[in-house]
């Protein structure tokens, strides 16, 4: 076994400008991939940060709502109906909507998100929302997300300086009281959060009485499942029951399957295979090429095409540890860049890490057993 790895480093680095391209390459593969896979991972974590923060265990909504993007809502009597049932413990009405708000410095619009509730019990398991509950209870008070964009002011540095800030939100004058952090996603730039009774002076068009997400609290070991099956048959068909975690997956579902975002980033992961694959099959067919009489020297004193096969492959094993070394490196460095400038939580998972590795060592093991298929060729009798 010692005698053959050798075999394999010797041809690699014989042609060292061949192995630097060849490590390049599969270094691009690898960038690529992890952007790809990255950006992906970050669109279905950043959309669903509120879901997760979410003090509950069951959530109802509209049965026509497909995300956040587009939420139906329904009569909160319906929500309140939850209460019948013995293991529910308290129901709590959530309202969202987005709002156009102008940046205080420039007077540019921009879309927000802005999610309401009953500031005596706090659903969101945010940074900075416990402690500042009691002034959701003042008029036209808000509370502004931290991480959010750029684009709608220096509010975050002007609160953080002792300044009063205000800004125009749906024509409304209303006041920054305090900061949470949730973080930008896909769908919303920025988010505010308010009091309930906020949310109809700023969207005076809703209708009140109507929600857009009820949660709901269970008694200790109650069995969500359970309630979940109990609640789909005591409600009407109109509304979707569903757990915390498949409140979740609904939300990373639409934009997996119903947008075309995810397949975007799907198909560029596949197509960051395909290339590796290609550069690295070229690398090793070019040099069982050149090497094709000292192949066929091996095979005339006795070893075999598997021993051969062997060789590739190690070089391919090479390969690909090599070059996905300079490629995580240079996507760690991607990824900061990426997330200074979008906010979106583009970072390194160990999922990710070892799942493009071991994509690196099959597009190399693939492109070498595509290209080992040229000793075949390699008939001593032919060649001497």
């Known amino acids: 076994m010692s005698s053959k790895i050798p075999l394999a480093w010797l041809q690699l680095t014989r042609e060292k400008t061949r192995l630097i391209v060849a490590l390049a390459g599969i270094a691009f593969a690898d960038v690529l991939m992890f952007m790809q896979l990255g950006f992906r991972d970050a669109l279905y974590y950043s959309n669903v940060r509120m879901h997760s923060s979410l003090q509950g265990d069951i959530v109802l909504i509209n049965s026509q709502s497909n995300a956040v993007l587009a939420m139906k809502s329904f009569s909160q009597r319906r929500l309140y109906k939850a209460l019948d049932l013995p293991a529910v413990q308290s129901v709590h009405p959530i309202y969202l909507d987005y709002a156009s708000w102008k940046n205080p410095i420039t007077g540019r619009p921009r879309s927000i998100l802005t999610l309401a509730m009953n500031p005596e019990v706090n659903v969101f398991n945010l940074p900075?929302?416990?402690?500042?509950?009691?002034?959701?209870?003042?008029?036209?008070?808000?509370?502004?997300?931290?991480?959010?964009?750029t684009e709608y002011g220096p509010v975050v540095l002007n609160f953080e300086q002792g300044k009063s800030v205000t800004a125009e939100v749906r024509g409304r004058q209303i006041k920054v009281a305090g900061l949470f952090t949730l973080g930008a996603s896909f769908g919303a730039d920025g988010n505010l959060i308010t009091s309930d009774v906020n949310f109809f002076r700023i969207f005076s068009h809703r209708q009140r009485g109507l929600i857009d997400i009820g949660l709901i609290k269970l008694k200790p070991g109650a069995n969500a499942n359970l309630v979940v099956q109990q609640l789909r048959s005591y409600l009407p068909k109109e509304i979707n029951v569903l757990t915390k975690e498949e409140f979740i997956d609904f939300e990373r579902n639409y934009w997996a399957s119903s947008t075309a975002i995810g397949f975007i980033f799907t198909l560029g992961t596949i197509m960051g295979f395909v290339v590796g694959t290609v550069i690295v099959y070229q690398i090793l067919y070019s040099e069982v090429t050149e090497h094709l009489a000292e192949y066929a020297t091996l095979k005339a004193i006795g070893y075999t095409q598997n021993y051969l096969l062997f060789v590739i492959l190690q070089e391919a094993l090479i390969l690909a540890v090599l070059g996905y070394m300079p490629g995580w490196a240079f996507t760690m460095f991607l990824y900061k860049l990426a997330k200074d400038a979008t906010l979106l939580p583009v970072f390194m998972s160990l999922d990710r890490a070892i799942m493009v590795l071991v994509l690196t060592i099959l597009m190399c093991f693939i492109s070498g057993a595509i290209a080992v298929r040229k000793l075949e060729a390699a008939d001593p009798a032919d060649i001497f």
Request: charge should be positive; charged fraction near 40%; proline fraction near 5%.
């Open 128 to 149: 900075g929302v416990k402690e500042n509950l009691d002034k959701l209870k003042l008029p036209d008070v808000v509370l502004y997300d931290r991480s959010s964009r």
